[in-house]
């Protein structure tokens, strides 16, 4: 079976490549289908971790192994006491990148509407992380949330805390990125930080929250300033630890909040976000590739990151 894995190099460095020898998966029992892969989506800041050796890389002794959380498949066989999904059917599955699967129906899973493009779902993790960090920051209607980082994620977020009615700022250092979120339609302002660009142009006390997406060592403190009194900040994985001035904290009564995965309820709420316009995925699907091109996505992951925005892998 064909599979994408971490390895690890002669010179301790890592690679992610395609594999056609991987364990196939156990048949269905129970409430379980078998699935296989239609398209499956890069987890650009994970996989990233994974590559360079970060808080979520698994040790050089348990390679190689698989990982991403992104996997279209259609169902090709069903279990005995499965109710809801049938042979044919399309499923978003939090999967690893691999040709087939087995996961029960009431997994971490998404059965696909019709007028849902698959390829467009293969990034349903990314985003679905995005709906789950805008709903834990609960942007009220009119707030002013500033959006650090656009990439993936952070331009999901972008779209998901406009359509909550939230005034959504963002910044980055990568002006191609940021010609992409004007595209969109959707930021008050969109702000260049590279250089002096943020103590030049973000205010302290500007905003109600403020949700790092970017994980730059030592921004912490400037995030908490830019936060209103009581203000909130949220903190997305990438990092190891974090270090803050804590009277600056203790001034506004922060509250720092963190994320964890997704849920189903937010992959529901993100197909209905996409079905009815609210957000849009295909505009940032920058690589839609074969399984043969593989190699040299993850070389740039890895070594040049700017490069990606969304990408695709066609099984």
């Known amino acids: ?95 690893d990148h691999v040709e087939r699967f087995t996961i029960a129906e009431n997994g971490l899973l998404l059965k696909l509407p019709d007028d849902i493009d698959p390829a467009e779902a293969a990034l349903f993790g990314i985003s679905g992380v995005a709906m789950h960090c805008c709903r834990r920051v609960d942007p009220r209607i009119g707030e002013r949330v500033l959006i650090v980082g656009q990439g993936c994620i952070g331009m999901f977020a972008a779209q998901i805390a406009h359509a909550m009615g939230a005034r959504v700022s963002v910044c980055d ?39 790092d997406f970017a994980g730059v060592p030592d921004m912490v403190t400037p995030m908490i300033q830019a936060c209103k009194t009581r203000g909130r900040l949220l903190l997305v994985a990438g990092r190891f630890d974090v270090n803050y001035t804590f009277n600056v904290g203790q001034f506004k009564e922060i509250s720092i909040l963190q994320c964890s995965h997704f849920t189903r309820d937010d992959l529901e709420n993100l ?37 990606l925005l969304g990408t695709v892998f066609e099984w």
């Open 173 to 211: 250092i990568d002006e191609s990125r940021l010609e992409q979120v004007r595209q969109l339609g959707i930021a008050e302002n969109v702000f260049n930080t590279s250089g002096d660009g943020w103590k030049a142009q973000i205010a302290d006390g500007s905003y109600d929250a403020v949700m």
């Open 1 to 95: 079976m064909k599979a994408i894995v971490i390895k690890l190099l002669p010179d301790k460095r890592r690679e992610k490549t395609v594999v056609t020898d991987w364990k196939e998966p156990a048949p269905p029992e129970r409430n379980e289908v078998l699935c296989e892969a239609v398209f499956t989506g890069l987890t650009n800041g994970t996989e990233r971790n994974q590559l360079i050796g970060g808080n979520y890389a698994p040790s050089d002794e348990s390679l190689p192994c698989g990982g991403g959380y992104q996997n279209v498949g259609r169902v090709i066989e069903t279990g005995p006491d499965v109710t809801q999904l049938q042979v044919g059917d399309l499923i978003y599955a939090s999967v």
């Open 271 to 307: 197909c209905r976000f996409l079905r009815q316009g609210s957000i849009k995925i295909a505009p940032l699907i920058r690589h839609k590739v074969n399984l043969n091109e593989v190699p040299q996505i993850y070389r740039w992951l890895r070594d040049e990151p700017m490069r």
